[in-house]
């Protein structure tokens, strides 16, 4: 009499929403790259590239400008110039789009703009590139810190100039002691 009845379908929950977890406000300007995970939100003005593993929305007031954008997914609300390649592409009331769109899924509402090329495909490769994150190690010995990533770009050092993938002490010490080699011999 209470049975569940088998041929009852089964409630299955919503697919997690994106979530927000870095902002731009407006009144700030921002040039670079920006690559990583998670949701962002830009406000104020960007020039760079955005190579971005979840959600990326460019508010009323939010002017970019990328080659060649690459996100999951993005709303425009703002100003975009650029080509923009995601999976699924949004452009509000009041957005504008200066450039060509590759995507799988595309809205717009009336009083969108877009001055490109529409591309619609099945599946959108983004290649996207994560960021390696370096963990730095002390040395107990010496306390210096090493970098464990041996590709590591050099760093620049406002006081010291560039230095290598060892720091900044290593190129200080190696200074000092020509130094101190120079001192000796006379």
């Avoid at 971005?52 to 970019?64: F, K, M, S």
């Avoid at 060649?68 to 789009?97: C, F, N, P, S, T």
């Avoid at 090493?146 to 010490?173: L, R």
Wanted: with cysteine; aromatic share 2%.
């Amino acid at each position: 009499m209470f049975r569940r009845k088998s041929n009852v379908p089964q409630q299955t929950a919503p697919p997690p929403t994106e979530r927000i977890t870095s902002v731009v406000a407006d009144g700030v300007s921002l040039r670079g790259r920006l690559t990583g995970a998670g949701g962002v939100r830009i406000e104020g003005a960007y020039d760079g590239e955005i190579e971005l593993d979840g959600l990326l929305v460019i508010g009323p007031t939010g002017r970019v400008t990328c080659p060649q954008l690459k996100a999951r997914h993005v709303i425009v609300a703002g100003a975009m110039r650029g080509d923009i390649l995601a999976e699924k592409v949004e452009i509000r009331a009041g957005g504008r789009v200066w450039g060509d769109v590759t995507t799988v899924a595309m809205s717009t509402e009336e009083g969108a703009f877009l001055r490109g090329q529409i591309q619609m495909e099945e599946k959108v490769q983004l290649d996207i590139t994560h960021p390696v994150v370096e963990s730095a190690s002390s040395d107990s010995t010496t306390g210096e810190t090493q970098q464990n990533n041996p590709e590591t770009p050099a760093q620049i050092d406002g006081n010291k100039g560039v230095a290598d993938s060892k720091g900044a002490k290593a190129v200080e010490q190696t200074k000092f002691k020509r130094k101190e080699k120079g001192k000796a011999k006379n």
